[in-house]
């Protein structure tokens, strides 16, 4: 397994968690990192992404309420998700796209409920 995603779970509105990625040390190296999302029903969207100098970029929708970070000494990227909506309801996945191959590499979700 090269991208082992955690942290999932059920949390009331407002709430928050924090979901964490942890890669090979090869592709966390060389790799933006990026986290998605799939809704029943709907397409996989990006959420979040970094860049390896750490350059960050998000959705509109989850701007100013989550934070995507890099801890390099442990090749890991987590996203901080704060003030949870029922709308954030989905399964997670964390993405490896390696800048120089372009391999892409997934991590194999995990699942964020939001609800009273």
């Known amino acids: 397994v090269q991208l082992q995603a955690s942290g999932g779970g059920l949390v009331q509105p407002g709430g928050s968690l924090r979901l964490s990625c942890a890669a090979s040390g090869r592709i966390f190296s060389s790799s933006e990192m990026d986290w998605y999302r799939q809704a029943p029903g709907k397409q996989r969207e990006l959420v979040a992404g970094?860049?390896?100098?750490?350059?960050?970029h998000y959705a509109d929708s989850v701007k100013g309420r989550f934070t995507i970070y890099r801890d390099n000494a442990k090749n890991t990227v987590h996203l901080q998700m704060n003030s949870l909506k029922v709308e954030d309801t989905a399964v997670y996945y964390c993405?490896?796209?390696?800048?120089?191959?372009?391999?892409?590499?997934w991590g194999q979700g995990t699942q964020v409920t939001v609800s009273s």
């Open positions: 993405n490896a796209k390696e800048l120089i191959s372009a391999n892409n590499y």
């Open positions: 970094i860049t390896i100098g750490g350059l960050t």
